[in-house]
């Protein structure tokens, strides 16, 4: 799906119509087809954000289209491609590189891309906030739950989000995973004085959340939506960050 927030420019509140370069948020994918609806909801929320920048979505596998078939479709010179992901895992490292290049050559398109959404401090503020949203009180135990990734440094990322969030909170934030050690399911199979909530670090749902979330289910824990449209704000930001660093401007 390509966006463009042309209509909302019209708005004299809204001043200039933005005529750069277009965006294209590049997610892993997923065959649950709910998963590739809200990364197109992401996209639009962050078009919402830049009246007249048009953005697209794209999918390095199980869900089309593909970064190439994308960027086709805009029929454009340059654009920015923006990896939709929170860990710099092997998704990161190799097959984001592999899929622009190939995407470059077929459509002959100038892509620069721009960093992955990572685990700053706007991601923190976003699971802060939607676990406030979802009623995660104050001396509740939080499990961070993230897919989880054959890499231990990206798995490391997560659990240093954790615990810089269980600092900042009277009950701790322990990381757990969907795929690898510690798992979800063994944390939530513990015997707890309370019933802790877990907070997904997840931007799409999907099948490994959905398991999470039934398992939870069954013992009355609260699980959080996944971030989606939250994390439009710190999209754009990478896409303007992306811009002022390469020469795509002088492509105008």
Do not use: K
């Not at 976003?126 to 993230?146: C, F, K, N, T, Y």
């Not at 490391?156 to 701790?172: F, G, I, K, T």
Request: proline share 7%; net charge negative.
């Amino acid at each position: 799906m390509t966006i463009d927030a042309a209509e909302e420019a019209d708005s004299p509140r809204l001043g200039t119509r933005f005529d750069g370069p277009p965006l294209v948020g590049l997610a892993h994918g997923s065959r649950d087809p709910r998963a590739a609806v809200a990364i197109d909801d992401l996209m639009a929320a962050v078009a919402a954000l830049r009246p007249g920048l048009i953005v697209t979505s794209a999918f390095l596998d199980l869900a089309e289209p593909d970064l190439s078939t994308a960027v086709i479709g805009l029929d454009t010179e340059r654009a920015v491609v923006l990896p939709l992901l929170f860990a710099q895992a092997f998704h990161a490292r190799v097959d984001v590189p592999e899929a622009i290049q190939a995407a470059a050559e077929r459509s002959g398109t100038a892509l620069v891309a721009g960093e992955i959404l990572g685990l700053g401090p706007q991601v923190l503020a976003a699971l802060q906030e939607q676990a406030r949203r979802s009623g995660v009180r104050p001396d509740q135990e939080i499990l961070l739950l993230a897919v989880g990734t054959s890499d231990p440094v990206a798995n490391e990322a997560v659990a240093d989000l954790a615990h810089l969030w269980s600092s900042q909170r009277r009950a701790r934030v322990r990381p757990v995973f969907a795929t690898t050690a510690p798992r979800a399911a063994d944390a939530l199979a513990e015997s707890w004085t309370s019933p802790p909530a877990v907070v997904s670090l997840f931007l799409a749902p999907g099948l490994l959340l959905d398991q999470v979330s039934a398992r939870a289910s069954e013992l009355g824990v609260l699980v959080t939506e996944p971030l989606g449209s939250a994390m439009a704000q710190l999209v754009l930001d990478r896409y303007d960050s992306a811009l002022a660093s390469s020469d795509l401007r002088s492509l105008s």
